[in-house]
T-cell receptor, first 114, second 109 residues
C-alpha cells in the first residue's frame, strides 16, 4: 500500500531534550516536506526537499533541522525543543517538485514539549 | 508568495452541491491551483488541481475563472463524509506550499 509513515505518532518530551521524528514513503517520491499545524494558523511548511541531499527552508524553519540522505526518508530533528514547538506535525511527499503533482500526507505526529 | 483567500466556513445540506470559492488575485502564469481537504483527526488529502482549464475527477470538479484570479471547488452531492476543512493553494515548481487556514465545511443531514 502506498503510504507515508511517521514515527512516533505521539510524543511528550521536556525542553532541551533532542528528538527526531521519522518520515518514510514507499512511493519513490522525489519531493518531501514537513509541516506544522497550530490552531488558527493552519498548516505551515517547515522544510522541504526536492531530492536526495537537496533541502530548503519553508515558512517556519527556526528551531528545526532536516536531512535527506535517502530518497525514502526525511527525518525532522529538534535539537533543543522548546514549548513553542508543541504542535501537530505532518510529513508529506509527492512524485516531484513540479507543480502538477499532488502531495500525500502522513498521519501526523502530535508533539508536546513541557 | 502568491496567496489565497477563502471563507472561514460554509454550510451545505446533505446531497446538495457545494461550491467552495477561492480568490488568488496575485497568481502567476505558472502557478497551479491545488485543493486539499483535511478530515477531522487526519492528515490533509489531495483533492484536485488545475492550471487553466476546468478539471473533473471522481472526488470533485474544479472551475477556474478565465483570468485565473479565482477558482471554485465543486462537490456535486455533499455527503456527511465531506465535512472537512478545504484548502486552496497555489503551487509553483519547487516552491514552498502555503496552506492558509482554509474553509471549514459543515454538512447538515
Amino acid at each position: 500500500e502506498a503510504q507515508v509513515t511517521q514515527n512516533p505518532r505521539y510524543l511528550i518530551t521536556v525542553t532541551g531534550k533532542k528528538l527526531t521524528v521519522t518520515c518514510s514513503q514507499n512511493m519513490n517520491h522525489e519531493y518531501m516536506s514537513w509541516y506544522r499545524q497550530d490552531p488558527g494558523l493552519g498548516l505551515r511548511q517547515i522544510y522541504y526537499s526536492m531530492n536526495v541531499e537537496v533541502t530548503d527552508k519553508g515558512d517556519v524553519p527556526e528551531g528545526y533541522k532536516v536531512s535527506r540522505k535517502e530518497k525514502r526518508n526525511f527525518p525532522l530533528i529538534l535539537e533543543s525543543p522548546s514549548p513553542n514547538q508543541t504542535s501537530l506535525y505532518f510529513c508529506a511527499s509527492s512524485l516531484s517538485g513540479y507543480p502538477y503533482n499532488g502531495q500525500f500526507f502522513g498521519p501526523g505526529t502530535r508533539l508536546t514539549v513541557l | 508568495d502568491a496567496k489565497t483567500t477563502q471563507p472561514n466556513s460554509m454550510e451545505s445540506n446533505e446531497e446538495e452541491p457545494v461550491h467552495l470559492p477561492c480568490n488568488h488575485s496575485t497568481i502567476s502564469g505558472t502557478d497551479y491551483i491545488h485543493w486539499y481537504r483535511q478530515l477531522p483527526s487526519q492528515g490533509p488529502e489531495y483533492v484536485i488541481h488545475g492550471l487553466t482549464s476546468n478539471v473533473n475527477n471522481r472526488m470533485a470538479s474544479l472551475a477556474i475563472a478565465e483570468d485565473r484570479k479565482s477558482s471554485t471547488l465543486i462537490l456535486h452531492r455533499a455527503t456527511l463524509r465531506d465535512a472537512a476543512v478545504y484548502y486552496c493553494i497555489l503551487r509553483a515548481t519547487g516552491n514552498q506550499f502555503y496552506f492558509g487556514t482554509g474553509t471549514s465545511l459543515t454538512v447538515i443531514p
